[in-house]
């Protein structure tokens, strides 16, 4: 017979192994329902932001956390469209020289402060004031006096841009912008508080505290570990239109993976980018395949150079060229195209190539007697030591290896070429350190425009060191849409750039995101290579 003391005790193990077994069959229940609220996505990005001010900050880095972490008046959905961000309305005059914005109610910084019409009117302050030094001020030059602000000749209180009230906000233009809204969602339009910005001493967006966001997430209490990691939470005082939905996103910083679809398969991270060599392998994976075709690689020679700078001898090498022969072999996630703008660019919500067609380099006829006219007339009697400065890959150099040969037979010269990597490539366009150099074009914007403006005398990106106040002229026209038909107008200088061997287009660089299969929603951005985890979820297996 089983006595009492012994009945006590084996009641008091039953209730610990059911208690046991309740609290296993709670976790387990917990794992399979797991909700997109209670996830964080993981991404990486190769190098620390320089800084996430959003005035001042225009690396590639940067721009992805800041469009994560801030909202303007304007968002970005996932066809590129306008639609409302922290303004829930606005209204457009019939001569699109005035934007009027209504913000939302109880709109707050991630602290709880209250975020005003004054906010986002001193972030545009302060990215137009010179004393910022803003990379990204000549963005908003469509604003009234936003120029003679930047360029210091007129006073930050005659800006174009008024608060009617708290909510209210209203712009006045220099001239019609069809792609306004959209800069509305830039870096430098986003609001500042400025009693929180003078509180950081010069230190504002360099660490975790000394930055207020408005956006989905924010930055969380110690998570901006320089050059290890910046780890984003849900902002509780977000109230826009609708409600992010993962709980955060981890963002390590450093090398990209070797192999981006195994750290994806193995969990290390949810997306990231890859080449074309790649896409085939993440298919059979079941990732989730997203591709942008927004750079153009092409021939740009050195307008600054001595000999470089004669046109005619720049069409002759150009007419010299057998594109069949020297483009046989070319990167793998790359298209051959005769076309200086992508075919992705878009004026006025339609394709730019539908509006106006391609172009394409004519070639001289003759263009052996214009090399040899051309060097008379400059006084030499041959091309010598004229160095093609290119990526080191190896595909490149051997598309590179064909138009050196194809130059040296067609010249009499010598050519040879300097293999670099493509950091150092871009530096030294930078510089105008280069004679001949296999060149990206790689634009922040989706319009023919902003591929036009890198060619501009004033562009910290011209790739041709070109430098032409009659071309300049012509680009601010189109800027300020004083051309009867923009389209041809556009295709009409491309065609110009392209005939007198500005830049003479090879192929476009298709670049290619990828995500997890059970990972949906988020949102890949050409252009600006920047990445928006509002919507983003992923099925918990």
């Known amino acids: 017979m089983i006595g009492a003391d012994n009945l006590k005790a084996a009641g008091k193990l039953f209730c610990i192994i059911l208690s046991l077994m309740l609290l296993v069959s709670v976790c387990a229940c917990d794992r399979d329902t797991e909700t997109p609220e209670d996830q964080i996505i993981y991404y990486n990005t190769d ?22 972490v801030f909202e303007g008046l304007i968002r970005i959905d996932a066809d590129n469209n306008a639609i409302p961000g922290a303004a829930q309305s606005w209204e457009i005059s019939k001569d699109r020289l005035m934007y009027t914005f209504h913000l939302r109610d109880g709109l707050k910084w991630n602290d709880g402060t209250k975020l005003t019409a004054q906010d986002f009117i001193y972030g545009v302050q302060r990215a137009l004031m010179p004393q910022t030094s803003s990379p990204t001020a000549e963005t908003l030059y469509c604003i009234k006096n936003a120029e003679k602000i930047n360029t210091g000749k007129s006073d930050i209180s005659t800006l174009g841009v ?7 906000i209203i712009f006045q233009l220099e001239y019609p912008d069809p792609d306004f809204l959209q800069l509305l969602a830039t870096a430098p339009t986003m609001p500042c508080n400025k009693t929180f910005f003078e509180k950081t001493t010069g230190q504002y967006g360099r660490e975790d505290d000394k930055l207020l ?7 969380r209490e110690d998570g901006w570990a320089h050059d290890e990691y910046i780890y984003l939470r849900k902002n509780t005082e977000y109230t826009g239109e609708s409600t992010p939905v993962p709980a955060g996103v981890n963002i390590t910083i450093g090398e990209t993976p070797a192999d981006i679809c195994d750290s994806i398969n193995d969990g290390t991270i949810d997306c990231g980018a890859i080449t074309q060599a790649d896409t085939e392998r993440a298919e059979k994976l079941g990732f989730n395949l997203t591709g942008f075709g927004d750079t ?9 150079d001595d000999l470089l700078k004669n046109e005619d001898i720049r069409r002759s090498l150009l007419s010299a060229v057998d ?7 070319i990167p793998d996630n790359c298209t051959v195209t005769e076309n200086i703008i992508p075919d992705s660019a ?3 919500d339609k394709k730019y190539r539908d509006l106006a067609g391609n172009v394409a380099f004519n070639p001289t006829e003759f263009p052996d007697k214009l090399l040899a006219k051309a060097l008379k007339n400059a006084n030499v009697s041959n091309i010598t030591d004229i160095t093609i400065l290119c990526p080191d890959d190896e595909k490149t150099q051997s598309f590179v290896n064909n138009l050196i040969e194809t130059w040296n037979t067609f010249s009499g010269g010598y050519f040879n070429k300097k293999p670099v990597s493509v950091s150092e490539l871009k530096d030294r366009i930078t510089q105008g350190n280069f004679e001949v150099v296999i060149a990206p ?9 902003s591929t036009l403006e890198l060619f501009e005398t004033s562009s910290k990106y011209n790739t041709a060191s070109f430098k032409n106040t009659e071309y300049d002229t012509a680009v601010e026209k189109l800027k300020k849409r004083q051309v009867a038909s923009e389209a041809q107008n556009i295709k009409d200088i491309e065609q110009d750039l392209l005939n007198k061997g500005i830049f003479y287009p090879l192929f476009i ?9 059970n990972v949906k929603d988020i949102i890949f951005h050409p252009f600006g290579a920047e990445v928006d985890f509002f919507h983003a979820s992923k099925t918990v297996e």
């Open 47 to 68: 190098s620390e932001p320089v800084t996430l001010d959003p005035q001042i900050a225009n690396d590639a880095s940067a721009k992805l956390i800041i469009m994560n």
């Open 162 to 168: 008024f608060v009617r009230d708290d909510r209210t």
């Open 213 to 219: 966001c408005n956006g989905a997430f924010y930055i």
């Open 296 to 304: 153009v690689w092409g021939i740009a020679f050195n307008n600054q």
């Open 323 to 329: 594109r069949n022969y020297i483009l046989k072999d």
């Open 346 to 348: 878009r004026l006025d």
């Open 441 to 449: 074009l790689t634009v922040q914007g989706n319009t023919p425009l």
């Open 509 to 517: 660089e298709n670049r290619y995101y990828v995500s997890a299969g």
